[in-house]
């Protein structure tokens, strides 16, 4: 049985026709105002929306395509500290590209060898080789 076959409830009934009194208080020209704008909203409804859902769709895409401008112009205006400046700067960067591509380096870092680098702080400070 549908909810349109049942006989209404008091409370529907009193509901409906306290609705009927306000409607009928209200001027026609209030009337004729509130039946365009309803007739406005149906219309609007009814339109198919072929936008909508490709903004939704294409939200990821953009999202990530952001980040990566930030990330770029972030790299791109990081000026690295000291003066590591032409040949000099491309040298240490290849040094620190073959520590980084070196497996046995790798395994040091991972075991947590705190003594190697003890030791390796050491030799540079001894040797006045020092960046600080």
């Not at 990821?60 to 000026?79: C, D, E, R, S």
């Amino acid at each position: 049985m549908s909810p349109a076959d049942e006989s209404p409830t008091p409370f529907e009934r009193n509901a409906r026709a306290v609705l009927e009194q306000s409607v009928q208080r209200i001027d026609g020209r209030t009337r004729s105002r509130l039946n365009q704008a309803r007739h406005a909203a149906l219309a609007e409804a009814a339109r198919p929306r072929r936008g909508f859902p490709r903004g939704f769709t294409m939200m990821p895409a953009a999202g990530a395509a952001a980040a990566a401008v930030l990330v770029a112009v972030t790299l791109w205006h990081h000026q690295p500290a000291g003066d590591t400046t032409g040949v000099e700067g491309q040298r240490a960067a290849v040094e620190d590209m073959d520590l980084l591509a070196d497996s046995e380096a790798l395994d040091l870092v991972e075991q947590g060898d705190g003594s190697f680098y003890e030791w390796a702080v050491a030799q540079t400070d001894s040797n006045g080789q020092s960046d600080g």
